[in-house]
């Protein structure tokens, strides 16, 4: 059996991507693949699961001044938008979903994202709410991260689209997603 080789990009590209930020618990990952599950061709990109790829040598952000850690959101972000550029170009709409709360990191995806628009949502329950979620799941988070949403809320204020999903449902964020972001399913 040959292999033909066969251009991955021979659709039309999409038109750019959305990143959905917030605070661990905000519903990134749920709401990121609900949003994509909408369209007939798109991607999800779970940045957390981006840095799951490093074998030995990762670290994983913390309360604590930790430079390396640091340096590694950097790293996970620009691999999330070269991944994202290689979606659109194939014609998939990507989904990145991370937690951005500070605007040098915002700034980092709008500089490295070049395939076309980037638009950037903000789910925001308040820190209450995403503990709550976060004390609810699977996933248990040994750290409490609710001082994030402080900090988010002073740094990215006038920034994006904010949604507070305290109280919607996943279905109801998606549909609030799409209006802010003017994008229209291909699917219902």
Not at 71 to 82: E, G, S
Not at 99 to 125: K, N
Request: net charge negative; glycine share 6%.
């Amino acid at each position: 059996m040959a292999w033909v080789e066969v251009p991955v990009d021979t659709g039309e590209p999409a038109a750019g991507a959305v990143l959905l930020m917030g605070v661990p618990g905000s519903g990134k990952s749920t709401v990121a693949a609900a949003l994509a599950a909408r369209f007939a061709a798109a991607a999800h990109i779970e940045v957390d699961a981006l840095q799951q790829l490093i074998v030995s040598g990762g670290r994983w952000p913390s309360p604590e001044r930790d430079e390396e850690a640091d340096r590694q959101i950097f790293l996970r972000a620009r691999n999330a938008c070269l991944l994202a550029g290689s979606f659109v170009t194939a014609g998939f709409l990507p989904v990145i979903d991370d937690v951005v709360v500070r605007r040098a990191h915002l700034d980092f995806y709008r500089a490295r994202f070049t395939e076309g628009p980037l638009h950037p949502v903000i789910l925001a329950p308040g820190a209450a709410k995403a503990m709550e979620r976060n004390l609810a799941r699977d996933k248990r988070l040994t750290t409490d991260w609710s001082p994030l949403d402080t900090v988010m809320r002073a740094e990215l204020a006038d920034v994006g689209t904010w949604i507070d999903n305290a109280d919607l449902t996943v279905a109801e964020t998606v549909e609030a997603v799409l209006s802010a972001t003017g994008l229209t399913p291909s699917r219902p």
